[in-house]
């Protein structure tokens, strides 16, 4: 008696031995998914009102995205038992074929925005959309940020329209860039805070010499220097009142740094008026041309790298303070050692701690000018700890502020 054979291992006629075995792989393969699907766990995804239904295996595909990790059960309704997302189904039914397939498509009728904002929700990154879709993707993209960018633009000229006399100034002090008579007083005034800080510098060097001493360059040319000087206040006091009144917000303005170095680098010029000719006060007047040098700090308005070190050192004051801190207790420490191990000496220098403080300031930073050297051993071993120190002290704050 002849047994029938299965189907599976009926051969026909002509039929090669590998075709039979590839059949049987067949079987057997689709055998092996059946088992993998029984085995699985089928969940329900509610999407706006709107129920989708897959498998647990095809969501874990993709473990770093929302519904591949287990941030979704946030998101399970045990009442219903199933997942429920506020979202807008129709772009759903396109990221689960994502899930299903690996291939992310993009809706060329589903708007661009709402599409990101849906793929950002799941955290499915778009670099994942499929050849066929991704140019059109990119197209559509670029074309959305160019309508942003000019509805950026006509709303600016919009809200420039409707702004104020006073709000157009300070738009323009801030931003020298907006229009040419900005830009011509920008490059003025910087212009001028050169030659200030210039004029500064050239009257202090010697320009003749009588009776074998040396006249300056200001004291030979009093005159002129004082009217360059003259022509730079203006400018400058001129420009302080005209920021003051364009200012928003006067009294914040006038609390500000910026305003702060504005005054100190005007006002010494209208105190030293009334001080010219008065000799009990003379003295002054000198100490008063010293501020000038602050000048300087206006350059800052015409810096962007000077007001971003501001912004940077005003950020990490705490830590910059926790540094002087720490030197301010070693210099303390070391002078007042170093005062005890060297007061006996004859012709010390070392006469009191505030006298060593130089010292250990100079051995701290690993300066070492020389001018104070310890003559006992104890306190060559106390300078030699202190200057080994001040590495320590100066770069152990940095990563511990940190």
Known sequence: MKHKTSPYF?????????????????FFQAKDLAVDHVSDEKLAINISGRRFETWKNTLE?????????NEKEFFYDE????????????????????????????????????YDE?????GIMPDLISDCCYEEYKDKKRENQERLLEERLETTDATKLKQSFQQKMWAAFENPHTSS??????????????VSV???IIETIPCRYINNTPVTCGDAYEEQFFVLDTACVIIFTIEYLLRLYAAPDRCKFLRS????????????????????????????FVTLRVFRVFRIFKFSRHSQGLRILGYTLKSCASELGFLVFSLAMAIIIFATIMYYAEKKVEHTRFTSIPAA????????????YGDMVPSTVMGKIVGGVCSLSGVLVIALPVPVSQ
């Open 357 to 368: 403080f130089w010292y250990t300031i100079v051995t701290l930073t690993t300066l070492g």
């Open 79 to 114: 009442e219903t038992g199933e997942y429920f997302f506020d979202r807008d189904p129709d772009i759903f039914r396109h990221i689960l074929t994502f899930y299903r397939t690996g291939k992310l498509h993009f809706p060329r009728h589903e708007c661009l925005v709402a």
């Open 181 to 194: 008579i900005a830009l011509v007083f920008y490059y003025v005034t910087g212009f001028f805070i050169t």
């Open 61 to 69: 595909k993709f473990p770093e995205t929302l519904l591949g990790s």
């Open 118 to 122: 849906e793929l950002s929700f799941f």
């Open 257 to 284: 740094i910026m305003s702060i170095i504005d005054v100190v680098a005007i006002l010494p010029y209208y105190i030293g008026l009334g001080l010219q000719n008065n000799k009990d006060v003379s003295g002054a």
């Open 198 to 200: 210039m004029c500064n």
């Open 10 to 26: 009926r051969a026909k006629a002509g039929t090669s031995q590998h075709q039979r075995f590839s059949r049987i792989g067949k």
